[in-house]
Every structure is written in structure tokens, then in C-alpha cells.
């Protein structure tokens, strides 16, 4: 397992390549062809049913959620984070037919995970520190992450706007849910297959906060 962890605009950002995840990311795929009334209720959407109700029964979405643990903990040390008591969990798919992007959002919760089952083929590797990349070269299904600071893109002092994530199976991030992003459209004849999971922390309440509630 490779974890890289970087500080961008400055955000943290931590990519983990997972090794060995080719039958994990087949039965993932096969998990969206065998059942397609998956794909109305979970593609995109965080607010229909969480595909975490089938983690007792789909071995694949039990991996899965566990590997999004991993990278959670993986940030939150990073980030130098401790004290949660524990975190509310919500999986959804984003499966993409040729064409198909993703506006720029953000999310809901506190941390972002995205894990990559399918993609299209590149040798580049998922995150250039150095790229200096046009903005509006869009490539194939790329993630893009904007800078959260607002008109940042207008000052002199701004090393870089956006960064570009070339996306790869077995890849996943974590990243503060306030990032907003979007996904450029997929080129390729098959179905693109990631999933996103809101990650919302939960803290034990002090005394403090019980007095100020009075």
C-alpha cells in the first residue's frame, strides 16, 4: 500500500494506492452489471439509500468500507487530528457512460474518500506536484480540485489553482469535503466506475458545550 500525503492551496490531500485490488474492482463492476436498479438510486446521488446497507451481504462492499476507514485514519494522523468518538458513514457509486462529467460540488459531510474500480488506462502517475497543466486541457474522466480560497486564480502569489488527479483502480483519496470538484467526461466505450464516501465525525460533548445550551 503506497500513501502519499500532500498539502495543496494549503489542503491536505492523501492518495493511497492499494495493490492487489483487480478482484475486489471486478466484483464491484460486476456487483453494477448484475444488478442495475443500483444505478437509479445510488449513481451520483449521496442522499438516496447508503450502498453500506449492503456491506452483510456483498463481500466486495464490506472491502471497500474498510479500505475508506484506512484512508480516513490515514488523514486524520496526518492532519495531526485526534479526539473523534467515531464517523457516520455514506457510500454512493459515480458510473459513467462515455461522455458523462461531473459539474463542480462539493459535499456535506467532513472528509471525502473516492475510490477508483475502473478507469481508463494511463501511465502518468495520479498527482503531479509540479504540473503546470492548462486548466481547460480536460483529459479523460480527470478529477479536478479547486483552491477553496475564493478568486484565488487572481493573485500573483498563487502557486497553482487547481490540481489535477489522474485517476487509476485501486486509487483512493481523502480530502476535506469544502473542496469543491468535478470530473471531466469519460472518452471511453465502457462504464467508468469510482465510489464516494461522506465521512461526517462525531465528538463526545464537553462540559463547556452543555453549559452553553442553558
Not at 443500483?38 to 462492499?61: E, K, S
Not at 473542496?179 to 460533548?205: C, I, K, Q, Y
Request: charge should be negative.
Amino acid at each position: 500500500m503506497e500513501v502519499t500525503d500532500y498539502a495543496f492551496f494549503p489542503t491536505r490531500v492523501v492518495t493511497i494506492q492499494f495493490p492487489d485490488t483487480e478482484p475486489l474492482n471486478a466484483e464491484l463492476c460486476d456487483l453494477f452489471e448484475r444488478r442495475p436498479e443500483l444505478d437509479d438510486r445510488f449513481n451520483l446521488h449521496p442522499d438516496a439509500q447508503n450502498l453500506l446497507r449492503l456491506a452483510d451481504t456483498v463481500p466486495a462492499i464490506e472491502q471497500l468500507r474498510s479500505k475508506f476507514i484506512t484512508g480516513a485514519k490515514h488523514w486524520l494522523d496526518a492532519e495531526g487530528i485526534a479526539g473523534p468518538e467515531g464517523i457516520d458513514l455514506l457510500l454512493f457509486s459515480n458510473r459513467s457512460c462515455r461522455g458523462e462529467s461531473t459539474v463542480v460540488h462539493n459535499h456535506h459531510a467532513d472528509l471525502i474518500g473516492i475510490y477508483y474500480a475502473r478507469t481508463a488506462d494511463s501511465d502518468r502517475q495520479p498527482i503531479d506536484p509540479a504540473d503546470g497543466e492548462d486548466y481547460f486541457e480536460a483529459g479523460d474522466g480527470v478529477l479536478l480540485l479547486h483552491d477553496p480560497r475564493f478568486n484565488a486564480n487572481l493573485t500573483t502569489v498563487c502557486h497553482r489553482d487547481h490540481v489535477k488527479v489522474v485517476p487509476r483502480p485501486g486509487l483512493m483519496l481523502i480530502f476535506p469535503a469544502y473542496v469543491w470538484h468535478s470530473v471531466t467526461p469519460h472518452r471511453g466505450e465502457f462504464h467508468r466506475l469510482s465510489f464516494a464516501m461522506n465521512f461526517t465525525l462525531r465528538w463526545p460533548a464537553s462540559p463547556a458545550e452543555y453549559h452553553s445550551l442553558k
